[in-house]
């Protein structure tokens, strides 16, 4: 079937520095994509989302980029810090999946003091 | 915080045996998802409650099954319990039951069959 999948496993990265993370996503149906953050004993927790009539979209040191032509998502943080090391999942919704959400396997970011 | 509550913490059991896992979702969320996540399959949807109803079905096996109830609170059980069952289970809640409703997840159930 079909699903999210993330480039890279593992980033790691200096304090201060920026940090880019990405995603691929085959279900050309999907319109709404999800970054959560999920760190080690905890749940999912919401980052920043996108709907697919947008192209980009900018948080608080976060930014998600949308390209739909090549069907690829990526979280960018800016000057990212220790509390920024965790596990990173893409997850996209649309077409017939209603309410389900189908995540990527994750990007575990680790950053370095 | 993500004001969506779940119990218990953890629970081990043994083989064969059943479990119900609850969860009460955000105030005034209506929308309930169970999600699976096991460290060969990762995260997996489950199923979808929206007021009362079920509304969406995942690779949910046949030995569970989820309620929500009138209190919209929901109840995941999982019967006949295997070795394979062994994962954290997640609630997640939402306002409405549609595509572009942000979900907002509990802590989990950490579940160990012995």
């Known amino acids: 079937g079909e699903s999210v999948g993330l480039h890279l496993p593992t980033l790691s990265v200096q304090e201060g520095d920026n940090s880019i993370i990405n995603c691929a996503y085959s279900?050309?149906?999907?319109?709404?994509f999800i970054w959560y953050k999920q760190e080690s004993g905890k749940g999912p927790q919401f980052i920043i989302d996108?709907?697919?009539?947008?192209d980009k979209r900018q948080g608080q040191r976060v930014t998600v980029l949308l390209n739909k032509t090549v069907k690829h998502l990526s979280l960018q943080i800016a000057a990212t810090q220790p509390g920024d090391s965790a596990v990173y999942f893409c997850?996209?919704?649309?077409?017939?999946?209603?309410?389900?959400?189908?995540f990527g396997q994750g990007t575990i970011l680790t950053v370095h003091p | 915080d993500s004001g969506v509550t779940q119990t218990p913490k953890h629970l081990i059991t043994a083989t064969g045996q059943r479990v119900t896992l609850r969860c009460s979702p955000r105030?005034?969320?209506?929308?309930v998802y169970w999600y699976q996540q096991s460290l060969d399959q990762g995260l997996q949807f489950l199923i979808q409650?929206?007021?009362?109803?079920?509304?969406a079905k995942g690779n949910i096996l046949e030995r569970f099954s989820a309620q929500q109830f009138p209190d919209l609170h929901s109840e995941l059980n999982l019967s006949s319990l295997e070795l394979g069952d062994s994962a954290l289970y997640f609630c997640?809640?939402?306002?409405?039951?549609?595509?572009?409703?942000?979900?907002?997840f509990g802590p989990g159930t950490r579940l160990t069959v012995l």
């Open positions: 105030s005034g969320d209506l929308s």
């Open positions: 409650y929206y007021n009362g109803e079920e509304r």
């Open positions: 996108i709907r697919s009539n947008m």
């Open positions: 279900n050309s149906a999907s319109d709404y």
């Open positions: 997640a809640s939402s306002g409405g039951p549609g595509l572009m409703n942000t979900q907002y």
């Open positions: 997850a996209e919704t649309g077409g017939t999946s209603y309410g389900k959400l189908t």
